[in-house]
């Protein structure tokens, strides 16, 4: 079984789950991902612009997983992560690749994937996952 | 076909998914002899993409390569031409989706192609007609594929996944192409029709009236239009759907089956179809020399070839290293048994 989800809202997050943009705020120079709507150091006083991060960095923390949600139970066993980006936002995503090399801090870039398909009539959610390095 | 003599390569990237399955393998699961199919085929393992990867991933990995080859910014391509006989969807381009996920803006124009293994190349032709007309500055034409093959037919000793890009431009070339020719007839040796899951093929009938007549005359066509000799080239590509194919194309031609070497992916990757000559290009341009000649020929079943007259330029020196060669792809690599390969493929049905 699978989930189905907003398309409209898949669709406003393409920019960040594809490429990850973030943003940044110039009053203090910190660094968001998932990008936010205000800066929550400079509230009124902040000014956020969009913000190119590189898609490398180490993983912070991990788990595998095996019991999966819905849309995942046959990627099972998988490991998801916390990833430090060299930037420093943390975010959360899959690890791929060889998992013999999963470690904390271990090295990790982005990779263009598939993550969840809305059934077999619905559309196909892309986005990164974390390939180690 | 003319050219303006000026355009060509500006970067390429490749992408090969990093599951491979061995002959072996499959062999064991139909009693089949595996060392008279590999003998056969001059196949020993294949590429498989993971259940996470499809034509439009495998695009997007191999059209980043191909960026940072190109240095140039994402938002100077006007044209993305995906070919593939695996898009995700059967409505909705792939192209749109890589680019998004390149951060191309919305000034460019897209379509996803279909011509059996030879859509890459029909995107190249494309790029290059739009480019030296010069109605764009730089065109991305990309051939990717997560081949199907039946359970059990042939074609799973070699349908594999992977895919090259290539940024077309007129400035900044590292390989010139100096003429492109193309010999397409109505020729039914392999098809898929719609809501079927596998292609089918009209065996032998694909090699004599379909291959060789449609490389052999693509080939000719680039010669007479070039005023080249076959002897002139240093290096040659042709689609490889199996080893055998490809070395008996190049025995017909008169082609000592050395200048094949660098291009030779098939026999670890298998035939990635619309990535196969592709995927041969990026590895002989990884080590190509400046002024170096290279053949390309391109077959698409159905049917047709698209052969290319490159010249290798100075900047593939300085260029080469900017991205991860063919090679880098080859070695990193994960064996999966036939079950995980079913299930990665889909091939399991509830």
């Known amino acids: ?45 902040g000014k956020l612009e969009k913000y190119q991060l590189k898609g490398e960095g180490k993983i912070h923390t991990y788990t595998i997983i095996h019991a999966a949600p819905s849309g995942f139970e046959k990627r099972v066993p998988y490991c998801i992560a916390i990833i430090e980006l060299d930037e420093g936002p943390k975010v959360l995503g899959e690890v791929v690749g060889d998992l013999t090399l999963l470690d904390i801090g271990a090295r990790v870039r982005a990779v263009f994937r598939k993550i969840y398909e809305d059934g077999e009539d619905g559309i196909i959610h892309y986005g990164l996952k974390w390939e180690l390095v | 076909m003319k050219t303006d003599g000026k355009s060509g390569i500006v970067g390429y990237g490749c992408y090969v998914p990093m599951y491979r399955i061995k002959v072996e393998e499959i062999a064991s699961v139909w009693g089949e002899d595996p060392e008279r199919i590999k003998k056969g085929l001059l196949v020993e393992e294949k590429a498989v993409a993971g259940d996470d990867e499809d034509t439009a991933t495998i695009a ?3 059209a980043k390569n191909a960026l940072k080859r190109a ?41 996803d192609l279909e011509f059996a293994c030879k859509a890459g190349t029909a995107g190249i032709q494309m790029c290059l007609g739009l480019v030296s007309s010069g109605m764009i500055d730089y065109g991305l034409a990309i051939g ?39 010999y ?67 025995k017909m031609l008169g082609i000592e089956k050395e ?3 660098d291009g030779f992916v098939v026999s670890k990757v298998g035939n990635t179809y619309s990535g196969s000559s592709l995927l041969g290009l990026c590895a002989t341009l ?25 010249e290798v330029t ?10 991860p060669t063919f090679e880098r792809y080859l070695n990193r690599k994960i064996y999966i048994s036939y079950a995980k390969y079913a299930k990665m493929r889909g091939k399991l049905k509830d």
């Not at chain 1, 120079?29 to 006083?45: Q, S």
């Open chain 2, 60 to 62: 997007v990995e191999a």
């Open chain 2, 71 to 111: 240095c140039i910014n994402p938002d100077d391509i006007g044209a993305i031409y995906v070919g593939s006989e695996s898009h995700p969807y059967v409505v909705k381009p792939t192209a749109t989706i890589v680019g998004e996920a390149l951060g191309v803006g919305n000034s460019y124009t897209a379509a």
């Open chain 2, 184 to 250: 397409s007839s109505d020729t039914p040796d392999f098809w898929r029709r719609p809501m079927q899951h596998y292609p089918r093929h009209a065996a032998r009938f694909t090699g004599e009236p379909a291959y060789f007549r449609h490389i052999g005359g693509a080939v000719k066509l680039l010669l007479e239009e070039t005023n080249l000799s076959i002897s002139d080239f240093d290096k040659v590509v042709f689609h490889m759907p199996n080893g055998k194919f490809p070395l008996r194309m190049a």
């Open chain 2, 259 to 261: 200048k094949l070497a």
């Open chain 2, 314 to 323: 100075d900047l593939i020196e300085e260029k080469r290293d900017l991205a």
């Open chain 2, 144 to 182: 990717a594929d997560t081949a199907q093959g039946a359970p059990g037919d042939a074609l799973e000793y070699t349908a594999a996944s992977g895919g090259a890009a290539f940024v077309i431009g007129r400035k900044n070339v590292l390989a010139k192409i100096i003429a492109t020719a193309s």
């Open chain 1, 1 to 45: 079984m699978s989930h189905r989800s907003s398309v409209p809202l898949a669709w406003r997050r393409f920019e960040a789950r594809y490429r990850l943009v973030g943003n940044r705020c110039l009053t203090c120079g910190t660094i968001y991902f998932p990008p936010k709507a205000i800066c929550p150091k400079c509230r009124r006083k």
């Open chain 2, 286 to 310: 990884d080590k190509a020399k400046p002024k170096e000649l290279i053949l390309l020929a391109s077959f698409g079943s159905g049917a047709g070839s698209d052969a290319f007259a490159i």
